[in-house]
C-alpha cells in the first residue's frame, strides 16, 4: 500500500521538510483568515460576532483561546453597540402643545379669545404707527404708540385677572412688543428727527434702539422674574417716552433728542433695576402730586424732568444695593 502523499516529503531539500507537521498551523491560519473574510449578514443561532461567523474553529479547538484572532476580527468588522429600535409613532396622538392650559370651557376660551385680542390690537396699532410715519403724520403715529402701551398694558393685566395666562400669550406678547416699540417707535421717532440731523445719524440711533429692544425681550423672556424691578428699562417704558417725546414735541436741539434716544437705548440693555409700576403706585401722594401741579404750569419741562429722574433712579438703586451686601 503506497505511504500518504506527505509521509513521501520528508527530504532536506522538500520546500515543506516538517510535513504534515507543518502543513497543519498553515491550515489552520487559512481556517482564521477564512473565517475573518467570511462576512454573513446575521445569524439567529447567535453564532454571528460582530458580522463574522466564528464558530467552526470553535467547534474545531474547543480548548483553545485566541486573542490574536479576536483583535484581527474586531479591527476588520468592528462590534457596534446594540441600537435600540425607535418606538412606534402613534399618529392619533396630537403633537402639538394646548395653546390654553387647563379645562378648555367655552367661558375661558371666550376670556382667552379678548385677551389676545388685545395683544392683537397693540400690534396693529404698531403697523398703523409706521404707516402713519411713513406718510409724514408723525404726532397721530405717536398717539398710537401710546395706545399701544396702553394695550400691552391691559392684556397681561386680563390674563392674570381672568386665569388665562399662558406661555403662549407670553410669547405672543413679545412678538407684538418687538413689532410696537421695537420696530414702530423706532421709526416714528427717525421721521420725527428728519431734517434736523442727519439721516445717516438718525439711522443709526434708531436702529440701535431696535437692537436693544431685542436683546432686552429675548433676555427678559430667559430670565428669572422679580416682581420688585425690571433689569433695565423695559420696552414699554421706553417706547412711552419716545412717543410722548414726538407727541408733545420737547423744544430741545435734534442733536440732544439724538442723544437721549440713544441713552435710552443702552438704558434698556442695562443691568440697572428700575421699579416696575406697582411699586411706583405705592409712593406717597406728595410725590405724585409735584408732577401733576408741574404738568399744569409746564408740561414739556415736568416731562422731560421725570424721564430723567426715572432713568437716573436705577444706577441710584444699583449704588444702594452695592452698599448694602
Known sequence: MPRAPWRRRRTTDSPRPAGRRWAGPLRRSGTIARQVLWVRAGRPDGGLRGGVDRPLIERRFPQRRYPRYDAEVEA?????????????????????????????????????????????????????????????????????????????????ALARRLGVASPFGAQMDSLADMCSFGLAAPVVVYASLAGSVPPAAAAVACALVASCAAIRLARFNVSPKDSRFFCGVPTTMAAAMLALTVAIGLPVSGLVLLGGVALLAFAMVSSFPYAKLARLVKLPPWVWLAPLVGALVDIRLTFALVVVGYLLSGPVLWLRQRRTV
Not at 392619533?92 to 382667552?112: E, Q
Not at 403697523?127 to 406718510?135: C, D, E, P, R, T
Open 76 to 156: 476588520i468588522v468592528p462590534v457596534s453597540p446594540a441600537v435600540a429600535p425607535a418606538p412606534p409613532v402613534d399618529e392619533a396622538v396630537a403633537i402639538s402643545t394646548p395653546l390654553l392650559p387647563g379645562a378648555r370651557t367655552p367661558a375661558r376660551r371666550m376670556k382667552f379669545v379678548l385677551v389676545n385680542g388685545c395683544t392683537l390690537a397693540s400690534l396693529t396699532l404698531g403697523m398703523l404707527a409706521i404707516f402713519l410715519a411713513m406718510q409724514g403724520e408723525v404726532r397721530p403715529a405717536a398717539l398710537c404708540l401710546i395706545a399701544c402701551v396702553a394695550f400691552d398694558g391691559l392684556d397681561g
